[in-house]
C-alpha cells in the first residue's frame, strides 16, 4: 500500500467512526444516554416510586424514591419525585388537593397564600429541589418549584426571586408561564400589585392564550 493509500484509508476509518458516533446520538438521545448511567436497582426503585405516586400512595412513593437516592444520589428526576411527592404531602395537609392542581394551584380553589400545615414536608422538599438545581443548575422546573414552595412558606422575595430564574431559563414555556402566574397571585393579593399583576398574566395569555389558571386569575381581578 502506497503512503497516499495509507492515507485515504485512515481518513476512510476517522470518517466513518465520526457517522457511527454521530448515528449513536440520533438513535440514544441524551437522557436516553445519562439514564443508561443509573443504577438498574435505582431505577427500579424509581419506578415503583412514580407508580406509588400515580396511585396516590404518598408514604410508599416517597420510600420508594428515598431508596433510588441513596443507591445513586445524584438521580435528578428522583429528586424531582421525591421533592413534588412531600410538597404532594404538604398539599394535602392544607386540604389543597393534589388531583386539581396544576404546578401552581388550581383556579377551582380559594387561594391560600401561606400553608400553615405541612411545614416538615415543605422544607424536605425545599432540600429536594435546592439539591436538585446544584446538580443541574438550569433546571427551570426545578427553580419554578422553588419558588412554589417559598410561596407556600410565606417568604415572598425568595419566591419571586426563584420564579424569576425559572422564567429566565423558561420565557415561554409552561414552567416559566406558571412562574409567572405565581408571582401574580403574590403581587395581586399579597402586595397589592394589581397593575403588574396584569402585566404577567397578559404576557402569559400573549405566549400561552390557553393557559387556564392566568385567565382565571384576570377574571378575579376585573371583578
Same mark, same amino acid.
Given at each position: 500500500?502506497?503512503? #497516499?493509500?495509507?492515507?485515504? !484509508?485512515?481518513?476512510?476509518?476517522?470518517?466513518?467512526? #465520526?457517522?457511527?458516533?454521530?448515528?449513536?446520538? /440520533? $438513535?440514544?438521545?441524551?437522557?436516553? $444516554?445519562?439514564?443508561? =448511567?443509573?443504577?438498574?436497582?435505582?431505577?427500579? +426503585?424509581?419506578? *415503583?416510586?412514580?407508580?406509588?405516586?400515580? %396511585?396516590?400512595?404518598?408514604?410508599?412513593?416517597?420510600?420508594?424514591?428515598?431508596?433510588?437516592?441513596?443507591?445513586?444520589?445524584?438521580?435528578?428526576?428522583?429528586?424531582?419525585?421525591?421533592?413534588?411527592?412531600?410538597?404532594?404531602?404538604?398539599? /394535602?395537609?392544607?386540604?389543597?388537593?393534589?388531583?386539581?392542581?396544576?404546578? @401552581?394551584?388550581?383556579? @377551582?380553589?380559594?387561594?391560600?397564600?401561606?400553608?400553615?400545615?405541612?411545614?416538615?414536608?415543605?422544607?424536605?422538599?425545599?432540600?429536594?429541589?435546592? *439539591?436538585?438545581?446544584? $446538580?443541574?443548575? =438550569?433546571?427551570?422546573?426545578?427553580?419554578?418549584? #422553588?419558588? #412554589?414552595?417559598?410561596?407556600? =412558606?410565606?417568604?415572598?422575595? *425568595?419566591?419571586?426571586?426563584?420564579?424569576?430564574?425559572?422564567?429566565?431559563?423558561?420565557?415561554?414555556?409552561?414552567?416559566? %408561564?406558571?412562574?409567572?402566574?405565581?408571582?401574580? $397571585?403574590?403581587?395581586? +393579593?399579597?402586595?397589592? @400589585?394589581? @397593575? *403588574?399583576?396584569?402585566?404577567?398574566?397578559?404576557?402569559?395569555? =400573549?405566549? !400561552?392564550?390557553?393557559?387556564?389558571?392566568?385567565? %382565571?386569575?384576570?377574571?378575579?381581578?376585573?371583578?
Amino acid at each position: 500500500m502506497t503512503k #497516499l493509500e495509507q492515507e485515504e !484509508n485512515n481518513m476512510f476509518k476517522i470518517f466513518t467512526i #465520526l457517522v457511527m458516533t454521530l448515528n449513536l446520538f /440520533l $438513535l440514544f438521545p441524551t437522557s436516553v $444516554l445519562a439514564q443508561s =448511567k443509573i443504577d438498574k436497582q435505582a431505577i427500579k +426503585y424509581y419506578s *415503583e416510586g412514580t407508580r406509588y405516586s400515580e %396511585q396516590g400512595k404518598v408514604e410508599d412513593a416517597i420510600t420508594a424514591f428515598k431508596k433510588a437516592l441513596e443507591i445513586d444520589p445524584n438521580y435528578a428526576d428522583a429528586h424531582y419525585n421525591l421533592g413534588k411527592t412531600y410538597h404532594q404531602k404538604a398539599a /394535602l395537609a392544607n386540604d389543597v388537593n393534589p388531583d386539581q392542581m396544576s404546578s @401552581k394551584g388550581s383556579p @377551582k380553589q380559594k387561594y391560600k397564600p401561606k400553608w400553615d400545615k405541612g411545614l416538615v414536608e415543605l422544607n424536605l422538599a425545599l432540600k429536594e429541589f435546592q *439539591e436538585l438545581v446544584r $446538580l443541574q443548575p =438550569k433546571a427551570a422546573d426545578a427553580f419554578s418549584m #422553588l419558588g #412554589l414552595i417559598y410561596h407556600n =412558606k410565606g417568604e415572598y422575595d *425568595e419566591a419571586i426571586k426563584f420564579n424569576n430564574r425559572a422564567i429566565e431559563l423558561d420565557p415561554t414555556g409552561l414552567d416559566g %408561564q406558571d412562574s409567572r402566574h405565581d408571582i401574580a $397571585l403574590i403581587y395581586f +393579593y399579597v402586595q397589592g @400589585k394589581k @397593575k *403588574e399583576a396584569i402585566q404577567l398574566l397578559n404576557q402569559n395569555l =400573549k405566549v !400561552n392564550p390557553n393557559h387556564a389558571f392566568s385567565r %382565571q386569575l384576570l377574571k378575579v381581578i376585573g371583578e
